[in-house]
């Protein structure tokens, strides 16, 4: 059976956990996407909007030097890096930005953690005429003040958000408000996998494409499946995307790797499935960073964008039931990776996709060449540079 | 299933009169002070409290209680101390029901039946849980009935064609939010708040409060004019909130506190009554 149910369950995480002033605009959105995703001129508009200003199909390319380095599996990277804006994020802001446009609504909002979905949020709503305010927790504006100066000059609003650990969680709580508060006339452009029914289902829909076109492209490279995927998961949306068309393929190994942040044994980490419990938050039942007592407990990663207490739905279901295994991979192993990447392949990654590629060498390690990871690369590292610069960490030797 | 929430708000509506429903969020800033505020409030003429449980994510509120739950946590809140305040606040409370305002997640941690043994063992009468929709509430409605708490539904501006299946779930009354928002003190009412209380009174004979932004006798009266209750948080929490402010003064910030609850609560009452005496 397609997941989710009519109920936007996946087995039981899922659901919709919101104030109820929201419930009939979630319906509403489950009708329009239901109506537009069918819709000629909609489709149409899609695919043109992914190849002519996103830059899709991106590249599937196989890392040669990082092969030879980790001396077992062939590792491919598919180049979500070379989209427009640098990240995955744009093919969901592209859909979800259609959507509004189609169901008259002329005016976006987003949150963002890292900034990447702010500014693909930012850039689509400047391209389709849209009024648009990204929410993004006031620790991020500091981590991340390159991108809140490009939403703005992208002619964003960015409200800066207080309250809590004032990270990407908050940014969600005050989006959420937000929109309920202007429910009547504003679309909420969310960026991952979570939240309520109907989002994890649209945003895995338009995410699939990175899935699609990897698959395709492997065949016609190397002829076959890859033996494993791997992909970075903070809310998954990546994860999500080039996961979906090979769940059905049950000799394809899928690997979710979460932020270990410090440790998983410290605490200190964004790992919500391999550190947390069942719970509610943001309108879904998934899995958490919690006390005993189910306050959240905020995350901790280097990468801002993977900083985030919750997983979304799908994932605490692949989770369960075993289909997709989940590891994780520390802010350390991370930056080392993000080295890795730039020294033998000139291609500096985002952090967040460090830590796919660095649990990807791991694994390479422990496979025969004959044999073929699949990584997602999903954003570069541009906006990462001076948060690793002031790390003053030098895994590498040399680059000082 | 006729709850003591019900009676009491319907006993209030036969007499010709609205009901006063003020919200303080537990342990703001300390259990002592929940429980001399829960005194004042009854004593200025509350019909039912509404004791907020503090929580890390509580989106359906805005910047007033949110600064309430969080000095509520960091004065060391934990979910046990809810239960463990509850007899003593129905002491003070003398009979006035308590509803108990949470988010989900805390309920689900501990259980959703745990959670309604607990709060009835501990003296609440009901509870709201704003991010809980009727979809979503079968599994705790069941146990709150099972326990004899009401779980009061809440309907919005927006739910049109939900009101008859909202209003089908409701135990104790109706919650009407009025307006699209979040919690906290606004201005005016919206107009179309009467044609909404007129449509939840076509689904249910149930009482119907309103809250979200009422914050003055003179919202207070507006909203009484269509509902059977009206539900004041934020206005009381910010004059709570001063006490947290250096070199405050206890006694005279509860005095505002009861002589404001008692503005609001006097034009819920008839005239000739006037406001119950201290």
Redesign the interface.
């Known amino acids: 059976m397609a997941l989710p149910d009519e109920?936007g369950r996946f087995g039981r995480f899922g659901?919709?956990?919101?104030?109820?002033?929201?419930?009939?605009?979630l319906h509403a959105l489950e009708r329009d996407y239901f109506r537009w995703a069918e819709d000629e001129n909609f489709r149409r508009d899609l695919k043109r909007f992914l190849a002519d200003y996103a830059g899709r199909p991106t590249p599937l390319y196989f890392a040669e030097r990082l092969t030879e380095h980790a001396g077992g599996a062939q590792i491919w990277l598919k180049r979500e890096d070379l989209t427009h804006t640098g990240a995955h994020k744009i093919n969901n802001t592209i859909g979800q930005g259609l959507l509004a446009r189609y169901s008259g609504k002329k005016r976006v909002i987003a949150e963002t953690g890292a900034g990447q979905h702010g500014v693909a949020t930012a850039t689509v709503a400047a391209r389709l005429g849209l009024e648009c305010t990204v929410f993004m927790g006031e620790e991020d504006t500091r981590r991340q003040a390159l991108n809140v100066f490009r939403m703005k000059l992208l002619g964003a609003e960015v409200v800066p958000v207080r309250?809590?650990s004032a990270t990407l969680?908050?940014a969600m709580?005050e989006a959420?408000?937000h929109w309920?508060?202007?429910?009547?006339d504003t679309f909420y452009v969310l960026g991952t996998v979570g939240g309520p029914h109907p989002y994890p289902l649209i945003v895995r829909n338009f995410q699939r494409v990175i899935g699609d076109e990897a698959k395709s492209q492997l065949f016609e490279k190397a002829g076959r499946l890859p033996d494993a995927v791997v992909a970075c998961v903070g809310g998954g949306s990546n994860a999500m995307g080039i996961f979906y068309p090979f769940l059905e393929h049950d000799q394809v190994r899928l690997v979710g790797v979460e932020a270990a942040g410090k440790g998983l044994a410290t605490g200190l980490h964004a790992a919500a499935l391999q550190g947390g419990?069942?719970?509610?938050?943001?309108?879904m039942f998934t899995y958490?960073l919690?006390d005993?007592?189910?306050?959240?407990r905020p995350a901790h990663s280097i990468s801002a964008g993977l900083d985030y207490p919750g997983v979304g739905p799908e994932h605490a279901y692949l989770y369960e039931t075993g289909r997709v295994q989940y590891v994780g991979v520390t802010d350390q192993q991370a930056v080392e990776a993000f080295y890795l990447l730039a020294k033998l392949e000139g291609i500096i990654p985002a952090l967040e996709s460090a830590h796919a590629v660095a649990y990807a060498v791991e694994l390479a390690r422990q496979m025969d060449p004959g044999q073929v990871i699949l990584v997602s690369l999903s954003g570069r590292g541009d906006k990462d540079v001076e948060t690793v610069m002031r790390l003053g960490l030098n895994p590498g030797g040399d680059p000082a | 299933m006729k709850t003591r929430l019900q009676e009491v708000l319907e006993a209030r509506r036969a007499a010709g009169e609205k009901a006063f429903i003020p919200y303080i969020t537990a342990w703001d800033p300390s259990p002592r002070i929940t429980v001399q505020a829960v005194e004042r409030l009854v004593r200025a003429g509350a019909d039912a409290l509404e004791i907020g449980v503090p929580y890390s994510d509580p989106l359906a509120d805005g910047p007033t209680i949110q600064a309430a739950s969080e000095r509520a946590l960091r004065a060391g809140f934990r979910l046990p101390d809810l239960f463990d305040l509850g007899p003593e606040l129905v002491r003070v409370a003398g009979g006035v029901p308590l509803i108990a305002f949470t988010y989900a997640n805390p309920v689900y941690r501990w259980g959703w039946a745990a959670f309604c043994r607990d709060l009835r063992r501990s003296g609440y009468a009901g509870l709201i849980v704003p991010d809980l929709p009727v979809e979503e509430a079968g599994p705790l409605r069941e146990a709150a009935d099972a326990e004899g708490l009401a779980l009061v539904p809440l309907v919005a501006p927006t739910s049109r064609d939900r009101i008859a299946a909202i209003c089908r779930s409701a135990r104790g009354f109706v919650y009407a939010v009025s307006t699209t928002g979040v919690t906290g003190v606004r201005e005016r009412l919206p107009a179309s708040l009467s044609a909404l209380l007129e449509e939840i009174r076509r689904h249910t004979s149930l009482p119907v409060g309103v809250g979200f932004g009422i914050g003055s006798p003179e919202t207070a009266a507006e909203a009484a004019r269509s509902a059977d209750a009206v539900i004041v948080g934020s206005a009381l929490v910010k004059r709570l909130a001063a006490l947290s402010q250096p070199g405050a003064d206890e006694g005279t910030i509860l005095d505002e506190l009861e002589s404001f609850a008692r503005s609001l609560a006097s034009v819920l009452r008839k005239p000739e009554e006037g406001v119950p005496k201290p």
């Open positions: 109920r659901g919709q956990y919101v104030p109820e002033t929201l419930m009939s605009a309250s809590g969680k908050d709580n959420i408000r309920v508060e202007h429910v009547e419990k069942p719970g509610i938050l943001h309108g958490l919690q005993e007592y189910g306050q959240v």
